[in-house]
């Protein structure tokens, strides 16, 4: 199988993407400091003497932040680095008071991991492992606002110390949509562990898009870097953008310097914002001010014993234990809170059949993925804003497997919950919508269609089976639509002989 291929003058290129994942740590506090990190708070009231780097403060890491790079490092199955340190990155400018960055580059805390992709989400099969080199822990910058009348700048340093894992991948990506499912495979990692929200509109999520271009077989190219994509949508075009750029410059014998740039959604292209750094002109050095951070084997079987169910996990658990089909699986693993409403929904229909979730898992996953999402999606709501509760759900279910309504009268429950909010129970009573399932009402009902109808029972007798549908229609019809549809068919059975 060959690749995603761009197109050139002198032949086929393909595109090499490696990606520098900026996730903002889901803490109270931040990495050195107990400064608030909230989003949205009014510019400078979550600054310690600390993130205003006032001379003579002392940094003091926050070990929660520690905890949740350790707990997303085995989320990734990578290397736990027991012994990690600090340095300090050395650079000027008006949004970072210190003068340098703290970050981790030559022991960082998490070492060699990969995760899995899935390439088509209708065929579980196109799978790929990406690798990532490294996790490593650093304090994120302030954040500069310019006016135009008058000119002004100013600086916020809310953002001033905030804890970011970087999460660096290997040059694995080979498209616009391997560099997506990369990213949106990490972003549910992140909030399954709950180490990030994943919030890339905030900000809490952001992307370096390194890209080079080569010819199949050749070694790699040089690359650029793209700074701060915020989105998956946008990581794809800046890889699509970028190596079409790149083929065309080398083509026109040009060559392709290493380089930051910067992405313009407006205009869809990536523009040059200055030579890119050399870790040498940094300066690097251990910060003098922090500890190495040691860890034992306690405090990484804590954090490892504190994960979740992981998306792969699970995902395979649905298939197998709760015979759900792939689709479905994915769908309603893909995030945390999908797979938690799923969970919340099974539980209750279950309970109320006095099932195991097996046997019924199936139908809860139909209803939630066609019934429900259909419902919710005409109203322009996601699922966390659904005016039905999973434990209304599972009680509609419930209804529905316990023979007490029929599928169609389902339908027609769900609307009035989505209107009103009532309970499944108290709607199918007022409505009157509950299904017969009485057997004597259903056989006096038969007899008396089947009586009415002498001349075509002759005629079914004779051959004529086509006919069964019509005496269950007319027995339906005779009951008002509420006998229970398996019911009916069994007693006609049974009278026809
Ligand atoms: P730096 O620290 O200077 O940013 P790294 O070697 O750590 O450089 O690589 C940064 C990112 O660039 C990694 O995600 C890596 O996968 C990616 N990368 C490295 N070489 C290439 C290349 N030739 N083409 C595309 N991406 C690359
Ligand atoms: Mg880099």
Request: net charge negative.
């Amino acid at each position: 199988m060959t690749g995603y291929r761009i197109q050139g003058a002198t032949g086929e290129w393909e595109v090499v993407v490696g990606l520098e994942v900026h996730a903002q740590i889901s803490t109270q506090a931040k990495l050195f400091s107990g400064a608030a990190t909230a989003f949205g708070a009014e510019p400078n009231t979550q600054v310690s003497l600390v993130d205003a780097a006032m001379p003579g403060m002392l940094p003091v890491p926050n070990m929660e932040c520690i905890r949740q790079a350790v707990r997303t490092g085995i989320a990734i199955n990578a290397q736990i680095n027991k012994w990690s340190r600090f340095d300090r990155k050395n650079y000027f400018y008006a949004d970072l008071p210190q003068g340098y960055q703290i970050s981790q580059l030559y022991h960082p805390i998490v070492g060699e991991g990969s995760l899995e992709v899935q390439l088509d989400d209708k065929d579980p099969e196109s799978t790929k492992t990406i690798g990532i080199e490294r996790i490593h822990v650093e304090q994120d910058a302030g954040k500069l606002m310019h006016d135009q009348h008058p000119t002004m700048s100013y600086v916020d340093l809310n953002r001033s110390g905030v804890a970011l894992m970087e999460i660096v991948s290997r040059p694995d990506l080979r498209s616009p949509v391997e560099a997506g499912a990369y990213l949106a495979k990490l972003r549910t990692i992140l909030r399954y562990v709950g180490s990030c929200d994943g919030n890339m509109d905030q900000g809490s999520m952001r992307a370096d898009v390194n890209v080079s271009v080569r010819k199949p077989g050749e070694p790699f190219g040089t690359r650029t870097e793209t700074k701060n994509v915020n989105s998956v949508r946008f990581v794809m075009a800046v890889v699509e953008q970028e190596a079409k750029r790149q083929v065309a410059l080398i083509e026109d014998g040009g060559t392709i310097v290493q380089e930051t740039r910067l992405y313009d959604p407006d205009r869809n292209e990536t523009r040059s914002m200055r030579s890119k750094e050399d870790a040498h002109d940094y300066r690097y050095f251990p910060d003098p001010d922090l500890l190495p951070i040691v860890l034992d084997d306690a405090f990484v079987e804590e954090c490892r014993a504190s994960l979740p169910e992981l998306p792969d996990a699970k995902r395979h658990r649905y298939e197998t234990a709760l015979g759900l089909s792939p689709y479905n699986a994915g769908v309603l693993t893909a995030e945390v809170e999908t797979s938690r409403w799923f969970e919340a929904l099974l539980a209750q229909s279950a309970t109320q059949q006095g099932k195991p979730e097996g046997e019924v898992a199936k139908q809860a996953a139909n209803w939630l993925t066609s019934e429900l999402f259909g419902a919710l999606n005409k109203l322009g709501k996601g699922l966390l804003e659904s005016p039905v509760s999973p434990e209304a759900g599972g009680e509609l279910l419930a209804l529905i497997g316990k023979g007490t309504i029929s599928g169609s009268a389902a339908k027609q429950v769900l609307e009035i919950m989505l209107e009103t909010g009532n309970t499944p129970g108290a709607i199918v009573e007022r409505e009157g919508l509950t299904q017969t399932s009485d057997t004597g009402a259903i056989k006096a009902a038969v007899d008396a269609v089947l009586a009415a109808n002498a001349d075509k029972v002759e005629q079914y007798k004779g051959g004529k089976e086509a006919l069964f549908g019509f005496f269950v229609g007319q027995t339906m019809k005779a009951m008002q639509g509420k006998g229970n549809p398996g019911l009916v068919n069994e007693v006609l059975k049974a009278k026809l002989g």
